[in-house]
């Protein structure tokens, strides 16, 4: 079964420095991955996904992922972190059907919550 | 272009009643997945539609069920509701094809006291 697991509940970081929020993947076959953000009281907000093609993904908002197949991670990334990043991030695989092929559905990780101090 | 909304915002119930929550996706898309977030157990898929037709479904009991209008709104009815029901429920809606992202509405908040 896909899954997805991100071993941290909270990250804390000082505005300024860069941050990372770690995901790692457990699928059969090739992964769609995403991260997605969810600020308080709403909905969640596409980041960025990794489908092929080169390992480094640029997302929005100044986020990139790396995508690592050896380490089979895709942790999400930013130079230089903001107080207004503060949020709670999730990371997703696309589910597979009952013979393989990719679903529509996405499989959530918990969720990290970012925490930026001024 | 209008996101995908969902109402009523806010609701609460009593256990034992039913409830039903609607989502309009975005123009276009053809696809609506639900998802339960619960305190502390991340985001739990419920039901995924397309074309009117339930393409996957959740662990989860028979009492949660929905569906998808010829206008690709959807439902979500859960009967018999148990308190360990409350959490925000969200919609989101895609294209089927290829490896599109989700996009999210804001959310419904049951609480079932």
């Known amino acids: 079964a896909q899954s997805v697991a991100q071993p941290e509940d909270q990250v804390n970081v000082a505005e300024g420095n860069p941050l990372t929020v770690k995901c790692t993947y457990s699928?059969?076959?090739?992964?769609?991955l995403f991260w997605y953000v969810q600020y308080p009281n709403r909905g969640l907000q596409f980041l960025l996904k990794?489908?092929?093609?080169?390992?480094l993904v640029k997302g929005s908002y100044g986020f990139e992922a790396e995508f690592n197949k050896s380490q089979t991670s895709f942790h999400l990334k930013k130079p230089s972190a903001l107080v207004s990043d503060s949020a709670l991030y999730f990371c997703a695989v696309r589910d597979v059907g009952r013979y393989g092929g990719s679903q529509g559905n996405l499989i959530f990780g918990k969720g990290t919550k970012l925490s930026v101090k001024p | 272009e209008a996101g995908v909304t969902q109402s009523p915002t806010h609701l609460i119930k009593t256990r034992g009643q039913q409830v039903t929550l609607r989502c309009s996706p975005i123009s276009g898309h053809t696809s609506v997945y639900w998802y339960q977030q619960a305190l502390g157990l991340g985001l739990q898929f419920l039901l995924w539609y397309d074309e009117g037709e339930e393409r996957n479904r959740g662990n989860f009991p028979p009492r949660f069920s929905g569906r998808q209008f010829p206008n690709y709104s959807s439902e979500l009815n859960v009967n018999a509701l148990e308190l360990e029901d409350s959490a925000l429920y969200l919609c989101?809606?895609?294209?089927?094809?290829?490896?599109?992202?989700?996009?999210f509405g804001n959310g419904t908040r049951l609480t079932v006291t």
């Open positions: 699928v059969s076959g090739n992964p769609y």
């Open positions: 990794y489908i092929t093609g080169d390992n």
């Open positions: 989101a809606s895609s294209l089927l094809q290829g490896a599109m992202a989700l996009h």
